[in-house]
């Protein structure tokens, strides 16, 4: 599982510009530029960052909807029994769509994680995340 690093990280500049107090605004890239090749590979590799990033926080959200999943089973086989835990509307009200959620966001990891092991400048992904926005009844 690829590591997420959730501290609190500050750009250099911005961390400057905020202690000095100055107003003028400080560009992100050098004035000079960088050379057009140079650019695009790094915006590329920036890309594959947050996706990768983003791939690992969703398969962290699709492990904690399956950590979910374990127990609505055997609450719902009680559920029927002379003695149930919960009532039928009860498991329903705490586990609401659930299951639901669960495979519309595996389907999108899925989808989203060859993409991203197989990066180029040919990848285009944003028909998923367009799919994942996009109403669903839930």
């Not at 492990?63 to 127990?71: K, S």
Request: proline share 9%; with cysteine; net charge negative.
């Amino acid at each position: 599982m690829p590591y997420i690093d959730e501290s609190p990280t500050m750009s250099p500049q911005l961390s400057a510009r905020s202690q000095s107090g100055g107003g003028d605004s400080i560009s992100p890239t050098p004035p000079e530029g960088l050379a057009p090749g140079v650019e695009a590979g790094k915006g590329l590799e920036m890309r594959k960052l947050v996706l990768s990033g983003f791939l690992a926080s969703e398969e962290i959200y699709i492990n904690q909807l399956e950590a979910l999943l374990l127990p609505m089973k055997p609450l719902k086989a009680t559920a029927t029994t002379s003695q149930p835990v919960l009532t039928i509307q009860q498991i329903e009200t705490i586990f609401y769509k659930i299951q639901d959620i669960y495979e519309i966001h595996k389907e999108f990891y899925d989808n989203l994680c060859p993409k991203v092991q197989q990066w180029d400048s040919q990848v285009t992904m944003g028909h998923l995340f367009q799919k994942l926005v996009t109403p669903r009844r839930v």
